[in-house]
């Protein structure tokens, strides 16, 4: 059984940061492409980031480009988002998620099979 725990969000102003964490348990995290992405009430969820198995690339969506940054610490079997010049726009709920099956796109929210509850981001003027 997969289990995927954020944690980090909060309150912050426009311009600051924030470090979001995704724990996993029940799978090693290093063998699969790990994703974050977020949602607002009433839009569709979005894709945000992605940091694909092995090789560590990384993937981000044009919109945190240059402002996100998605790494992994595979003693720590943790997933982070490090968000910096945070704007009104990245208020959501942000979540983590893994994909087991290769072949499929990393920014597709269907492409993924396992969740993280989620976490606020909410980003003040």
């Known amino acids: 059984q997969v289990q995927l725990v954020e944690s980090g969000g909060g309150l912050v102003q426009a311009g600051g940061s924030l470090r979001l964490s995704c724990a996993a348990s029940?799978?090693?995290?290093?063998?699969?492409?790990m994703g974050w992405f977020r949602q607002v009430p009433g839009k569709e969820r979005e894709f945000a980031a992605a940091?694909?198995?092995?090789?560590?690339?990384?993937n981000y969506a044009d919109s945190v480009k240059g402002r996100f940054t998605i790494s992994r610490d595979n003693a720590k079997n943790t997933v982070y988002l490090q968000m910096n010049s945070l704007k009104l726009e990245d208020t959501a709920v942000y979540y983590c998620?893994?994909?087991?099956?290769?072949?499929?796109?990393?920014?597709?929210?269907?492409?993924?099979?396992?969740w993280g509850q989620g976490t606020q981001v909410t980003v003040s003027s």
């Open positions: 998620a893994l994909k087991m099956t290769n072949g499929r796109s990393t920014t597709l929210v269907s492409s993924y099979e396992y």
């Open positions: 029940g799978r090693t995290i290093s063998s699969y492409t």
């Open positions: 940091i694909y198995w092995g090789r560590s690339s990384t």
